[in-house]
């Protein structure tokens, strides 16, 4: 299968991307500025990631929709108004993530944001269990572009005027060049931000216009920073099949309407609700300046081993290594002295709350 | 004069009397990336030629630093484990590693001129 490549591949080359391969795309790792400055640009103004891989699912056509949906996502969507969203997951029947996703609800049905990993899969597993009932539309005619940071509003606001009244979660079509566009107010970064389907013959010019207003692009080097800060999960290193959403501590997603009712997996986790888990996504912070990546062995002070790091790099905002990963349950309250093994040394450290860096919309805070 | 050569792992070294300095080329940061870490070998420990003596870190993954000659260590520069960034900023002058008595200086033969490792630098990367 040949590399894909997004509609804004030529602006990647022109703004000196070092490009990679992701998910089967050829995708910026980082231009010209690296990973911190990109970063810190994110989080002191605004900063614009091709989201282009990610998977825009339409669902539309038929009344049982809504019912039917829930039979599959543990979102509560009768209750969603048109242009809300909400994070949700599709799993498997033992609770498993098999992608965590956000559902916003259309005029005519709903739109679902897939990872670009899982899009393709996702699409037939959810097609499968609709029973072919309804108009699946994996649409690739669209790119997607997250604009992100403080300034975010005030840069997009020019381009597309209007969107500032957008609350967060929430969705509303809008015009540009006499097209329409679907924005959303969302992110993963831990910033105030936007999401933007648009055309991919109106991308390129779209993105130099928020370029031409102060933003500048990122790449998913500092888009990965960006959301450990932020205490967001990765699909594959934080999620996966085996790791329900009560493990994964997104227990706050699941509304509590939808506990009792039926869905993929709900019985797991209604046994999970009232018995507890095992193990628990935990944020973590060494004590000093050692970075433990995924895969890291995490021990308690009997050097046993008690669990696993799925996400690690240094924050370049709390100037600091963080980390998250699961731990056995009795280990997860914050404050627990653990020890990271890293290159043969153990490391200590400890659990520590997420997120990592807290935005408090007037200025950053920070958390470590 | 001291003699300044580079080894196909990325570090150069420089020779003066018994003593070398070891560090990372300018074209290893490049690849690299942002620096946020740096462990170096421990003062009067040996070290083996092409054996690991330190570790950098970008934000996006961790490489070993090799020796490119066997020796002491009689010095390591705590300015880049105290703030790893100066290795981005000039890596081949203040931002060394570390520092070797030198045990063998013929093992300082095998390893590339100035113009050879520029000429690998680009064939590898291309």
């Known amino acids: ?76 969507l009768k209750k969603l108004k048109t242009n809300q969203s909400k994070y949700s997951f599709l799993m ?204 890291t062995k995490i021990y308690n002070d009997k050097n046993q081993e008690i669990g696993k790091v799925t996400s690690g790099t240094f924050g370049p905002s709390v100037e600091h290594p963080i980390a998250m990963g699961y731990v056995d349950n009795s280990y997860s309250t914050v404050n627990t002295k653990i020890f990271l093994e890293v290159r043969g040394k153990k490391i200590p450290a400890n659990i520590c709350n997420l997120p990592f860096y807290k935005k408090n919309y007037v200025k950053g805070e920070i958390n470590v | 004069m001291s003699e300044v050569k580079y080894s196909k792992e990325h570090e150069w070294i420089k020779l003066d009397g018994e003593e070398v300095t070891i560090g990372i080329t300018k074209h290893a940061t490049e690849m690299l990336g942002d620096i946020v870490f740096a462990e170096l070998p421990e003062k009067g420990s040996n070290v083996d030629k092409d054996g690991t003596a330190g570790v950098v870190e970008s934000t996006k993954a961790a490489s070993d630093v090799y020796t490119p000659v066997s020796g002491e260590v009689i010095d390591t520069n705590q300015m880049i484990v105290d703030d790893p960034s100066k290795i981005n900023e000039d890596p081949e002058e203040s931002a060394w590693f570390f520092k070797l008595k030198i045990k063998d200086k013929s093992e300082m033969d095998s390893l590339m001129s100035k113009e050879e490792y520029e000429k690998f630098a680009k064939e590898t990367s291309a």
């Not at chain 1, 056509?61 to 019912?67: F, I, M, P, R």
């Not at chain 1, 956000?102 to 393709?120: M, V």
Request: hydrophobic share 35%.
């Open chain 1, 1 to 76: 299968m040949s590399i894909k490549k997004t509609s804004l591949n030529n602006l990647h080359i022109k703004y000196g991307a070092k490009l990679v391969e992701f998910a089967g795309y050829q995708m910026p790792i980082q231009y010209k500025d690296g990973i911190i400055q990109e970063h810190k640009y994110t989080r002191s103004h605004s900063g614009i990631f091709d989201v282009s891989h990610m998977g825009q699912l339409f669902i539309s056509g038929g009344d049982d929709l809504t019912n039917d949906l829930e039979k599959i996502f543990p979102a509560d």
């Open chain 1, 92 to 295: 498997n029947n033992k609770g498993g993530i098999q992608d965590d996703l956000i559902i916003t609800k259309t005029s005519d049905g709903f739109l679902i944001i897939l990872n670009a990993a899982c899009k393709y899969n996702d699409y037939e597993v959810i097609k499968s269990k609709l029973d072919n009932q309804y108009k699946l539309n994996l649409d690739e005619s669209l790119s997607l572009i997250a604009l992100q940071g403080p300034e975010a509003k005030n840069v997009l606001n020019k381009v597309i005027p209007g969107c500032d009244s957008l609350k967060f979660m929430n969705g509303n079509n809008y015009v540009y060049k006499n097209e329409k566009v679907y924005i959303t107010r969302s992110g993963y970064t831990g910033e105030d931000g936007f999401e933007i389907s648009i055309k991919h013959s109106d991308a390129e010019t779209f993105v130099e216009s928020l370029i031409e207003n102060g933003s500048k692009l990122i790449g998913l080097g500092a888009r990965d920073t960006l959301r450990m800060e932020a205490g967001l999960c990765l699909y594959g290193n934080d999620l996966d099949n085996d790791t329900s959403p009560i493990e994964a501590n997104l227990k706050w997603a699941i509304p509590k309407s939808r506990i009792e009712t039926e869905f993929v997996g709900s019985e797991v986790l209604k046994n999970q609700f009232q018995s507890g888990v095992k193990k628990l996504r935990v944020g973590i912070k060494p004590d000093s300046k050692v970075i433990a990546r995924g895969n």
